[in-house]
Structure formats: C-alpha cells, structure tokens
C-alpha cells in the first residue's frame, strides 16, 4: 500500500517537446505529491508540488495534474530543454511526514 | 530557500572502519531529519527517521546497530556507518522538515568502501 509505481523509466524528447511523466499510487492516506529533480551526484530538489484537493497546478514550464479517483498524478515539462535532463522522481507524502518515492524517469531531452 | 548541507561530500574508507556523516539545516530548524540511501540508478530508499532529542526509529531491514544516528540539535544529524562494508557503498542523502512539513534535501554523501 505505501508503492507509488512511475513511468515511463526513460524518456528521450526532442527540444522543445513536451515531457510527460505519470505516477500511480495505491494508499489514499497519502495527502502531498512532490516532484523532484536529481541530477547526477546530487541530492534531489524540489520542483513542484501538489495536493489531493487540486486537480493542476502550474509553475512555469512544469505542471502536475492530479486524478485523485484514479489514484494517479503526472508532470508535464513544457517546451523541454537540454538542461532538463535529469531523472526525476515522484513521491508521495504520509500524515508521518514520510515521503514513498517513485522509481523513478531518466529523462534525455536532445538538442 | 531552505537549505541543507552534508559533509563530508564524498569518503573512501577501508573495510571495517567507521565513517560518520553529518547533516546539517542552515537557515531553518528541523524537527525531523531523514536519511536516505540511493544505489546507482535507484530510487531513494528510507532508512530511518530521526527527531531531535529522541533516538530514530529504522526502517525494515535497516541494521539500527550498523547506521547509528544522532540527532543532537536542531540543525544537526549524524549518520555513522559502523564497521563499514563493500556492500555499504552507495550514495547517502539526508532531508531536513520544516514545520510545514516540507522536506529539503542535502547534496548526499557518496561512501566508496575498499
């Protein structure tokens, strides 16, 4: 019950494409869905964030649209440029304050 | 922002010996503190939450007497790896709460054990 499944594992996107990324989960205790950013040999930052109680939520070029029957959220990556490319992770926060991470997307945006 | 530092950023030690890592807040206090361990291209995986003052409580599988933590302060948690193995290698990463809850995550802390 606390797995959060994500996919695609990789992704490869053309310069200004769209980079879409989905995340499913099964405990519907979970009540905070962070997105992060972890490029290689650093720790993961922050992107963007949702909660159960909003359907999309935009920040510049990263949205989060949350299906909260479906159990299921994504994040889009608008006009996706070469230094996107990071792996990015979905997680999904408990009332313990404890985050389930996603496994995870390597995402390759070419020039 | 809030912002997490760990040191060292990255240790080699020889099979045996102990290394202790520390994580640190610094603009903000945290109540709880996580540390994490990430294999090569792995998901992040808890190991054990600690809150200031108390002893941290591990996570299944996690040997409790192998990754000591301490929680000292605030600001400050340590994560020492006892009688380190080859197998312990792997990339550390703590996360600080704030109290909104907001976890914030240090660079990480690669370990190379020889």
């Known amino acids: 019950q606390q797995q959060v499944k994500q996919s695609p594992q990789s992704l490869i996107v053309q310069k200004g494409g769209i980079s879409i990324i989905n995340c499913a989960y099964e405990?519907?205790?979970?009540?905070?869905f962070p997105w992060y950013q972890q490029f290689p040999g650093k720790g993961p930052a922050l992107l963007i964030a949702?909660?159960?109680?909003?359907s999309e939520k935009k920040e510049g070029r990263f949205t989060i649209s949350f299906n909260k029957s479906a159990k299921q959220f994504s994040l889009h990556i608008m006009d996706s440029q070469p230094g996107d490319s990071a792996t990015y992770f979905c997680?999904?926060?408990?009332?313990?304050?404890?985050?389930?991470f996603g496994g995870g997307t390597r995402l390759m945006v070419k020039p | 922002g809030a912002v997490v530092s760990q040191h060292p950023s990255w240790v080699i030690c020889k099979s045996g010996t102990s290394v202790k890592i520390e994580c640190r807040s610094l603009?903000?206090?945290?109540?709880?503190m996580f540390w994490y361990r990430q294999f090569p291209k792995q998901s992040l995986m808890l190991m054990a939450t600690?809150?200031?003052?108390?002893?941290?409580?591990?996570e299944q599988g996690v040997e409790k007497d192998k990754f000591l933590i301490n929680h000292a302060s605030l600001t400050l948690s340590t994560l020492t790896v006892t009688s380190a193995h080859p197998e312990d290698s792997s990339f550390y990463i703590c996360s600080a709460s704030t109290a909104a809850y907001e976890q914030y995550f240090g660079p990480g802390t690669r370990l190379t054990v020889t």
């Open positions: 600690s809150n200031e003052g108390s002893k941290a409580t591990y």
């Open positions: 949702i909660r159960p109680d909003v």
């Open positions: 603009d903000f206090q945290a109540t709880t």
């Open positions: 405990n519907t205790a979970f009540d905070y």
């Open positions: 997680a999904a926060r408990n009332a313990g304050n404890m985050l389930t």
